[in-house]
T-cell receptor, first 116, second 114 residues
């Protein structure tokens, strides 16, 4: 079984500043994947970044990076040089490689507001 | 490149009416397909997933059913809609690879049951 918790219902950031979104998870799988998805007002889910749990190196995608703390079961997303287009709801999600293979479990989301 | 389509984009249906939502994927073969539902302002809940034609797994007992008549077509249905079926329905696809799979989502269907 998997659970994903996002403790920040809302966050805000000034344009060009850096913001970090928090996520904690729990899983019974020995190997798993973690994801951050972005949902803009159009409501289409867009993949932001993915982390394979067996890799110690934190994933990065341009201005987006993660801080993966496996022992603490923490997976935070850092957005650098925030842009107005980053405003959206962000979801943390996990899926396992065993019995929960391919089944994404989502957190409740964090609404990010970017101020000009 | 791969694309995923969903239709209709918006649907308003009376309680007790049938439902059919369609999802198709282009540019890939034998994808895994998924149906999710998102209640207002909340996370997504997995409803059904399919690893091949005619193979459907249900995650949540409910008023809905799914079918996969073709490799890249996934249909969500109901015989009689309930008020609680209202929500935003998202279809997703993935391809199983050695390193695991990543799901990519369609544009979604907003369903309102009155």
């Amino acid at each position: 079984a998997q659970t994903v918790t996002q403790s920040q219902p809302e966050m805000s950031v000034q344009e060009a500043e850096t913001v970090t979104l928090s996520c904690t998870y729990d899983t019974s799988e020995s190997d798993y994947y973690l994801f951050w998805y972005k949902q803009p007002p159009s409501r289409q889910m867009i993949l932001v970044i993915r982390q394979e749990a067996y890799k110690q190196q934190n994933a990065t995608e341009n201005r987006f990076s993660v801080n993966f703390q496996k022992a603490a079961k923490s997976f935070s997303l850092k957005i650098s040089d925030s842009q107005l287009g980053d405003a959206a709801m962000y979801f943390c999600a996990s899926s396992g490689r065993g019995t929960s293979y391919g089944k994404l479990t989502f957190g409740q989301g964090t609404i990010l507001t970017v101020h000009p | 490149s791969q694309t995923i389509h969903q239709w209709p984009a918006t649907l308003v249906q009376p309680v007790g009416s049938p439902l059919s939502l369609e999802c198709t994927v282009e540019g890939t073969s034998n994808p895994n397909l998924y149906w999710y539902r998102q209640a207002a302002g909340r996370g997504l809940q997995l409803l059904f997933y399919s690893v091949g034609i005619g193979q459907i797994s249900s995650e949540v007992p409910q008023n809905l059913s799914a079918s996969r008549p073709q490799d890249r077509q996934f249909i969500l249905s109901s015989k009689k809609l309930l008020l609680s079926d209202s929500g935003f329905y998202l279809c997703a696809w993935s391809v199983r690879v050695a390193g695991g799979d990543t799901q990519y989502f369609g544009p979604g269907t907003r369903l309102t049951v009155l």
